[in-house]
């Protein structure tokens, strides 16, 4: 190739450092205005509104009783906990019912069936939504551990912003060897297209949601149509998100982690199929995984490879051209770059060591897996979630059959 277009190449890199080191302005800007903090004194006008908090729970008999404890402890007291027992085949629906003995504002709703064209979690939600009472619905998991001020933290942040429709990204802890290995990398792909939020500026909120907490406006829930509208959809937070965008609803997507703490998965399977759903669901479109694998092998190893390459030539005695210095100049600023973004990032979202040094050796593993999300979108091959298996087109499931 001539040099010419060698020149383009490099100034093309160029850009990929600089987008690098513009992440630390992006990341600086995220914990100055996106990082949330719990109140200490709540205002007793901001504790006024009625909240209805929501939990889907299948065969969950291991942490329902202390999720609920923890919302149970929230200084907050007008609260209303639904708990959706969906089809569980453990104690979950008795750990409810005993402690709804002796708090009578939650309640334990029994499904036993799941309807054609549902996914459960949605389907339970929705059911669970009918039976709210509240101003707004707070839609969580049984596996997250609540701050005592985590919903008076928020009510104070909807009304001062009119807010409709607000998600939070909790503290991710981290336990196992591929935990610290995956999740972070993991996660480094989503952030490519969820960039970090501006609070400030509420109408370029991202159009994602973690349904690990989700907060809507009943009168909003109702007017995007609610989980009814997104019955097949894996990934039901991101699609209300979609549909609350365009909506032009008020939306703010923040950072939790002082707030509250969850633990997403404990082995390699449990992280490849949780992570399956989440890239299917939150990408969806060919080109926006194709382009994740493309920018995972471009912007994670390029250093790499560039300085094997002039090694390579140095060894072989080749000269440095200033086209050779260049590439050096560039690597040699990408790789500090990419290392301190990546432990400012997984330092703020992640907490038990996380591998940073290893991130760039997990990302190849991303991007295989990537292809193979790429592969189920096209209708090639099925997703197990549960005891279900899924055909999929696009982010929605279009089929599926019980195995065991």
């Not at 032009?248 to 998965?265: A, E, I, K, S, W």
């Amino acid at each position: 190739m001539p040099d010419g277009a060698w020149w383009a190449v490099l100034a093309f890199y160029g850009l990929v450092v600089l987008r690098w080191l513009w992440a630390h302005v992006e990341l600086t800007r995220a914990v100055r205005v996106a990082l949330l903090s719990p109140v200490a004194d709540p205002d007793p006008h901001d504790l006024g509104v009625r909240l209805s908090v929501i939990i889907a729970a299948h065969d969950e008999e291991e942490t329902i009783g202390r999720c609920l404890r923890r919302v149970l402890a929230q200084n907050y007291p007008d609260l209303q906990i639904i708990v959706a027992n969906d089809r569980s085949s453990d104690d979950t629906g008795q750990i409810v019912r005993e402690l709804a003995r002796t708090h009578p504002n939650v309640c334990c709703i029994d499904i036993d069936e799941l309807p054609p064209g549902w996914l459960g979690k949605t389907h339970a939600l929705s059911i669970a939504a009918k039976h709210a009472t509240g101003e707004y619905l707070v839609f969580t998991d049984s596996d997250v551990d609540w701050h005592p001020a985590m919903l008076a933290t928020v009510v104070k942040l909807i009304r001062r912003e009119r807010l409709d429709f607000l998600s939070l990204w909790p503290k991710v802890v981290l336990k196992s060897f591929w935990e610290r290995f995956l999740l972070p990398a993991c996660g480094s792909v989503l952030s490519l297209w969820f960039s970090h939020p501006r609070p400030d500026r509420i109408e370029s909120t991202p159009a994602f949601a973690n349904g690990q907490f989700l907060v809507i406006r009943r009168e909003a829930y109702e007017q995007i149509g609610g989980h009814a509208a997104v019955p097949d959809e894996m990934a039901e937070d991101v699609a209300l998100a979609l549909r609350a965008q365009a909506a032009g609803l008020r939306r703010y997507l923040g950072v939790g982690r002082d707030l509250f703490q969850t633990r997403m998965y404990e082995n390699l399977r449990q992280i490849e199929r949780g992570w399956t759903r989440i890239f299917i669901g939150s990408l969806g479109a060919r080109w926006k995984l194709v382009a994740s694998i493309l920018t995972v092998l471009l912007g994670y190893w390029t250093p790499f490879v560039v300085a094997g390459v002039l090694v390579a030539r140095a060894v072989g005695g080749g000269g440095f051209e200033p086209l050779h210095w260049g590439w050096l100049v560039a690597a040699a600023v990408h790789l500090p770059a990419m290392y301190s973004v990546m432990y400012r990032h997984f330092a703020l979202t992640y907490e038990g060591r996380p591998h940073v040094l290893l991130a760039p050796l997990a990302l190849v593993g991303v991007a295989v897996l990537l292809v193979y999300c790429l592969l189920l979108i096209s209708g090639v091959g099925s997703i197990r979630w549960g005891n279900v298996r899924y055909q999929l087109s696009g982010s929605r499931a279009v089929s599926s059959r019980v195995v065991s």
